[in-house]
């Protein structure tokens, strides 16, 4: 028997305002009556904030049903999460505010939403389990929100579905790099003719709806000229290289305090960052306190040893630290790269041992990427704060360099000689919450 779905408090409904030509031409652009419908693909890749994921649902919803009936779609994000909060919460918004009948079946392995004959079937692309979901499932069109964040095979797998008569795949994302395979199989010119793809870029300025002083404040979200502004401000497809940290590097100084700045600034509480060494690597830990409301995140302590040393060396240097912390600063957590999961349950014991509470946990690692955003955007924003003391974080920031040897992949230089170690546990000391730190305005 179906489960019946349980009953759902409204969404309240969508406040449209006046769509950009931009807009315009991605809702519009399948109407039988123009030309650009002859197309089978729709990409629209451009700047953040620029109003692609809302022209794009509603393009979709009305495409989808007036052309077909009775079949099933498949709306994706980079992970079910993030579809739910970019895509399905406005597009319910959307349908409320049009007043078109529809169900949300949220959970279990076919989630979806159900409008009219048609059912569209929600995906997170990031798992085994939705590219599996996928092969059972005959589709007359896609929708692929931030696509460029997804696994190729899962973006294959998704073109392989849709056989419908009058198919149509609509894809969107802030740019990549230039090899990226987005750029690569579906924007280059002659795969755009033999594809039939119908590209739209966009800019803050096609977003009518953020107001001048929002747009500013997005623009100095990154350093100008930096691989983060190019993309996700100009919307390039453009290639990582060069210094990670150039502003940061430039203008070292500027980010350094003492114990000066502490007495005029109070660190409401501060996290720690653990990276276990190998046989190259050295173990690293950082101190990171945080100002009121997250508006000054602050770099206070680092451990840092390149030595060979016992487990029980290594908790005895773990706890020093977090007594030394604790002293200062209200410190919970401490958040270790879970590759070392004996190493970790070594540390937790000699601290309940010692009565030294902390909180141990996993560190999150999820893409380097996202964490070298998060600093450059930080330091872009004057928000970063290094104590002068911590001279091995602020070596590895200053002289992180992307690898020249994997041109267009992203990929920062680990050669054994590169200090990651003290990247890794700064970054994984504020990871969790990276996301509320861009959010409130600086
Ligand atoms: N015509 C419109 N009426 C009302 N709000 C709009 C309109 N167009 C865009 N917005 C709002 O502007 C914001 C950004 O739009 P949207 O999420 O579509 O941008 P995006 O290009 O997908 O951004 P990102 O690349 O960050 O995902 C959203 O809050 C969206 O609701
Ligand atoms: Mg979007």
Not at 92 to 121: C, F, H, K, V
Not at 215 to 227: D, L, R, T
């Amino acid at each position: 028997m179906r489960a019946m779905p349980k009953k759902q408090k409204k969404p309240a409904k969508f406040k449209f305002m006046p769509f950009s030509d931009q807009q315009r031409r991605l809702i519009h652009w399948w109407r039988p009556a123009v030309k650009t419908s002859e197309n089978n693909y729709l990409i629209a890749d451009g700047s953040i904030r620029s109003g692609k994921t809302i022209a794009c649902i509603i393009g979709f919803l009305t495409w989808s049903q007036e052309m077909h009936s009775g079949e099933a779609f498949i709306l994706a994000g980079k992970t079910m999460g993030a579809l739910k909060k970019n895509v399905v919460r406005p597009m319910l918004q959307i349908l409320e505010s049009w007043g078109w009948p529809y169900t949300y079946i949220r959970s279990g392995t076919d989630a979806r939403i159900e409008i009219g004959t048609n059912t569209y079937y929600l995906f997170g692309a990031n798992t085994e389990a939705a590219q599996d979901a996928l092969q059972g499932l005959t589709a007359a069109g896609a929708y692929a929100d931030e696509a460029a964040l997804f696994p190729k095979s899962f973006i294959d797998q998704m073109v392989a579905r849709c056989s419908v008569d009058g198919w149509k795949i609509w894809m969107n994302c802030n740019p990549a790099g230039p090899h990226h395979y987005i750029c690569e199989e579906y924007l280059n010119p002659e795969e755009m003719k033999r594809k039939k793809v119908y590209h739209l870029h966009f800019t803050m300025d096609d977003n009518l709806s953020i107001s001048a002083k929002r747009k500013e404040e997005y623009k100095n979200a990154w350093p100008h000229g930096s691989v983060f502004y190019k993309r996700f401000i100009l919307g390039l497809w453009v290639a990582a290289d060069g210094l990670i940290y150039q502003q940061f590097a430039d203008n070292v100084s500027d980010y350094l305090i003492t114990e000066d700045w502490l007495k005029e600034n109070e660190i409401v509480y501060a996290t720690i960052g653990v990276d276990f060494g190998g046989t190259k690597s050295a173990h690293s830990f950082t101190l990171t306190g945080f100002t009121r409301g997250y508006k000054q995140i602050v770099v206070l302590d680092e451990y840092y040893c390149k030595k060979r040393i016992n487990p029980k060396q290594l908790q005895d240097d773990f706890i020093d630290f977090v007594r030394r912390a604790q002293r200062k600063f209200r410190v919970y957590e401490a958040y270790c790269d879970s590759a070392e999961q004996t190493l970790i349950a070594g540390l937790e014991m000699a601290c309940a041992e010692a009565r030294v509470g902390i909180d141990i946990k996993n560190a999150i690692k999820g893409p380097i990427n996202d964490r070298i955003a998060f600093y450059n955007s930080i330091i872009a924003q004057n928000r970063w704060k290094v104590m002068a003391h911590c001279t091995n974080i602020i070596t590895a920031f200053e002289q992180a360099v992307y690898d020249d040897k994997k041109v267009n992949m992203d990929v920062r230089l680990d050669d054994g000689l590169m200090n990651v170690d003290s990247l890794d546990s700064t970054e994984y000391s504020t990871e969790s919450i990276q996301e509320d730190i861009l959010y409130v305005a600086a």
